[in-house]
């Protein structure tokens, strides 16, 4: 069965950094195009950031230079690097793992993630 376990949330104060974790298990994060959203009060879930099969990363407008999505395959865990972050970023952030080839998607518990001096 697939799973995906999101860690490293907490609080940090603005301009600081924080670096999310999401274990997966009964799928390959090599093989798997791997994402990560958010959602922040009252809004939609939106895309975050992407790393597909070969490697190749894809980030929404509003965290580029900012965060960076990369993957451990031998851990089977994909990270998102979250720098500069600012009060926008609060949200329950979340581990996606897109299944093409069987046309299922997966999804994690979430981690909170709160920017607040």
């Known amino acids: 069965q697939v799973q995906l376990v999101e860690s490293g949330g907490g609080l940090v104060h603005p301009g600081g950094s924080l670096r999310l974790s999401c274990e997966a298990s009964?799928?390959?994060?090599?093989?798997?195009?791997m994402g990560w959203y958010r959602q922040g009060p009252g809004e939609q879930r939106d895309l975050v950031a992407r790393?597909?099969?070969?490697?190749?990363?894809k980030y929404s407008d509003f965290v580029k230079g900012r965060f960076t999505i990369s993957r451990d395959i031998a851990k089977n865990t994909v990270y998102l690097q979250m720098n500069s972050l600012n009060t926008e970023d609060t949200a329950v952030y979340y581990c996606?793992?897109?299944?093409?080839?069987?046309?299922?998607?997966?999804w994690g518990q979430g981690t909170q993630v709160t920017v607040s001096s």
């Open positions: 790393i597909i099969r070969n490697g190749t990363t």
């Open positions: 996606n793992a897109q299944d093409t080839i069987r046309a299922r998607s997966y």
């Open positions: 009964g799928i390959r994060v090599r093989v798997t195009a």
